[in-house]
């Protein structure tokens, strides 16, 4: 019952992402430079793709990246990387939602967090990964970034509050944050401040509401 209630949920999300995020992929091209962080299994890695952009493709779950790859793997624009982002480079463990608890790792993946906190994760069931440091690969590319994805499952606050620092939404056209402020005690304090920040600075091209 728990896995039908997640499916029609999963539908209604998938219907809102289509609508919203359609308008953001009409400016993208062949010579288009996007980045999809928490790419999960590849929902919309594959609608990045399908414009013919270069994609990079940042997902920690083993198994949300097992079925990322077979969608999008053979697809030589699109790059694959197994780890997670963040304000800082790491090792950490990245705990399962608490569905994994009756199988189906790849289907709960979207639940999955470095914080223990999240109020839908197992403490018990976990796996290390590897987190780099997004300011410093965004740093390193070679030309600005059209798009930039952020799903993160709660960590997403320290990554943007380093992210503004450095000035980095200079070099990142458009960047959409999904923020999870009801799922983490603490979280809405956190992103009240990131929101502040983006606010007081006059800074137009991140969004925190797009879904």
């Not at 308008?23 to 890695?45: F, H, P, Q």
């Not at 839908?120 to 070679?142: H, M, P």
């Not at 509050?161 to 979280?187: M, N």
Request: proline share 3%; charged share 30%.
């Amino acid at each position: 019952m728990k896995k039908h209630i997640q499916q029609l949920k999963n539908l209604i999300q998938k219907v809102l992402t289509r609508l919203m995020f359609g308008r953001y992929l009409k400016g993208l091209d062949s010579g288009s430079l996007v980045i999809d962080c928490g790419a999960n299994v590849g929902d919309i890695t594959t609608k990045l793709a399908a414009t013919g952009a270069v994609v990079h493709a940042f997902e920690p779950n083993p198994f949300a990246f097992e079925v990322l790859k077979k969608r999008v793997g053979d697809n030589p624009k699109v790059h694959l990387h197994p780890k997670g982002v963040w304000d800082k480079h790491t090792r950490t463990k990245l705990y399962f939602h608490e569905g994994t608890s009756s199988g189906d790792e790849a289907f709960w993946a979207f639940g999955s967090s470095i914080l223990a906190e999240k109020g839908n994760v197992l403490k018990g069931k976990s796996v290390e990964v590897e987190i780099i440091d997004l300011t410093e690969f965004i740093e390193g590319l070679d030309r600005p970034v059209d798009l930039l994805k952020i799903d993160i499952e709660g960590a997403e606050c320290e990554l943007l509050e380093k992210f503004i620092a450095k000035g980095l939404h200079q070099k990142v056209k458009q960047t959409l944050v999904e923020t999870h402020d009801s799922k983490i005690p603490g979280q809405k304090v956190k992103t009240d401040k990131v929101r502040a920040l983006i606010r007081d600075q006059g800074i137009r091209n991140i969004n925190l509401n797009w879904l």
